[in-house]
């Protein structure tokens, strides 16, 4: 039982480590590309004709895909009441709305002249704020849900990566993108909002994680069984 419950924590922290790592993809690019392009908006490297656009949009949908494997255990980890429900709604909301964007990706990549599109650039935008914001209204509930039974490090965590995460990053991306001087600080603000996201989404598969061997530790009925059958031999 207890090795069970290891392999299922493991394997939640697996897969929260593997979906934090593909959301902030911006780092295959980088890596593939040469070390350049960290100036440009990391969205309009999935543009069709981008060098690894078709890579960077499957690693959106997987990593969607693992967030939601993730909530079942996530939601059983949570104190009852509105706020789990809502902290696991927005979740998925969070996950759909960056499957769409995948789905639906910028018209034109960075130094492309673009004209038109208007559809599909207004789908694409839609989609990532979307989810942007269901994710950050998912943080705001798990800081309400885990304020008095906690626990603490995930309370404090929920905090950060609302006011930190969403609302800071979210206002230093939108002034340099406004005022675009120097070019290089909106595509560097928005890359460190999209570590935010990847770090909020590790600690949601460490409350799944710590949350299933807290709920399902070995019974004394199984420690004694094995007890016994160890003397048996």
């Known amino acids: 039982m207890r090795r069970r419950t290891d392999h299922v924590a ?3 922290l697996a897969c ?3 979906a934090a790592l593909l959301y902030s993809n911006f780092l295959l690019d980088w890596t593939h590309g040469g070390f ?3 100036d440009d908006i990391a969205s309009l490297l999935e543009a069709p004709g981008e ?3 078709m890579l960077l949009r499957t690693t959106d949908v997987v990593c969607a895909l693992l967030v939601v494997t993730l909530l079942p255990w996530v939601r059983d980890a949570l104190p009852r009441g509105p706020w789990r429900e809502i902290t696991v709604g927005a979740s998925v909301l969070f996950a759909l709305g960056a499957s769409a964007a995948a789905f639906m990706p910028p018209p034109c990549g960075p130094d492309v002249a673009c004209a038109g599109h208007h559809l599909q650039i207004a ?3 839609g989609s990532s704020l979307a989810s942007d914001a269901a994710l950050y209204v998912g943080a705001a509930a798990a800081w309400f849900a885990s304020r008095e039974a906690g626990p603490r490090w995930f309370h404090r965590a929920a905090w950060s990566a609302f006011w930190v995460g969403g609302v800071l990053s979210s206002v230093v991306f939108a002034y340099f993108k406004a005022i675009d001087d120097p070019a290089w600080a909106a595509a ?3 890359r460190a909002h999209i570590v935010c996201i990847s770090a909020w989404i590790l600690c949601l598969a460490l409350l799944a ?4 061997a807290l709920r399902h530790p070995p019974t004394d009925r199984h420690i004694h069984e094995e007890h016994d059958h160890v003397h048996t031999h």
Request: charged fraction near 10%; charge should be positive; avoid cysteine.
């Open 10 to 12: 493991g394997a939640l």
């Open 16 to 18: 929260g480590l593997v």
């Open 36 to 38: 350049i392009g960290m």
């Open 51 to 53: 060098p690894h656009a």
């Open 123 to 125: 789908v694409h935008n």
């Open 188 to 190: 560097v603000s928005q």
């Open 209 to 212: 994680a710590r949350g299933r």
